[in-house]
């Protein structure tokens, strides 16, 4: 059963970091990882999509990689801001089309 | 503007009582899903459905039932055999089956379920 586990649970840095959150999962057939933002008591933005067949994906100044052989995924947020203070999830879509989520990890961005 | 709503964005629940949750959909997708989130957990998957008049079991369907009568629709009931439903709920949608694997998914803005 694939199983998705994000490290940190919780992250503070101050505003100007560059930082990095991890994903890892059990079950290297996957169709694609997926890191999502989600602001307190609202729903799930898709910040970036991986195929299993890609290495990596850019959106502005965040960089997301996938090591699909290891098992692991990281987003790289540069310059941090205390706009980027959220809850980011990763979540694998397996070979039956479901997406499996890990628990998140709060950041928070301090000015 | 293409998306999808949920309402209402705030639910009490009885004891004993089923209760209807909503989830529309304009952006012509086919497949549509049911999310149940506890504080600091991730999405677990209720219920999912890749055309209409047709879905499946996700892992914790126990107290849930939902229909699929259109494609925008993707009505879900907790019901009152569902004994710990306090949860947020959301309902998100993509292009079915392998098409979903090249598309990114989109969520609804959630439902607060709490039990009086």
């Known amino acids: 059963k694939q199983e998705v586990t994000q490290i940190p649970a919780a992250l503070s840095v101050p505003e100007g970091e560059n930082l990095v959150l991890n994903c890892s999962f059990t079950?290297?057939?996957?169709?694609?990882l997926q890191w999502f933002r989600q602001d307190p008591g609202k729903g799930l933005t898709s910040l970036l999509l991986?195929?299993?067949?890609?290495r990596e994906q850019t959106s502005g100044r965040l960089n997301a990689s996938l090591d699909k052989s290891s098992g692991r995924s990281t987003l790289y947020i540069a310059a941090s801001q205390p706009g980027d203070s959220a809850t980011y999830l990763c979540?694998?879509?397996?070979?039956?089309?479901?997406?499996?989520f890990g628990s998140g990890t709060r950041l928070l961005v301090r000015p | 503007d293409g998306g999808i709503t949920q309402s209402p964005k705030y639910l009490f629940r009885k004891e004993g009582q089923n209760v209807t949750l909503s989830c529309e959909q304009n952006l012509n997708h086919d497949a549509m899903y049911w999310y149940r989130q506890d504080p600091g957990q991730g999405l677990r998957l209720i219920y999912y459905s890749q055309i209409v008049n047709d879905f499946q079991k996700g892992d914790i369907a126990e107290g849930y039932s939902v229909s699929r009568e259109k494609k925008e629709s993707f009505p879900l009931t907790v019901t009152s055999a569902q004994k710990n439903p306090t949860a947020f709920y959301l309902c998100a949608s993509s292009p079915p089956g392998q098409g979903a694997t090249n598309e990114k998914l989109f969520f609804g803005s959630g439902t607060q379920l709490s039990v009086l």
């Open positions: 979540a694998v879509m397996d070979s039956s089309y479901k997406l499996i």
């Open positions: 079950d290297s057939a996957i169709y694609n």
């Open positions: 991986i195929q299993s067949s890609q």
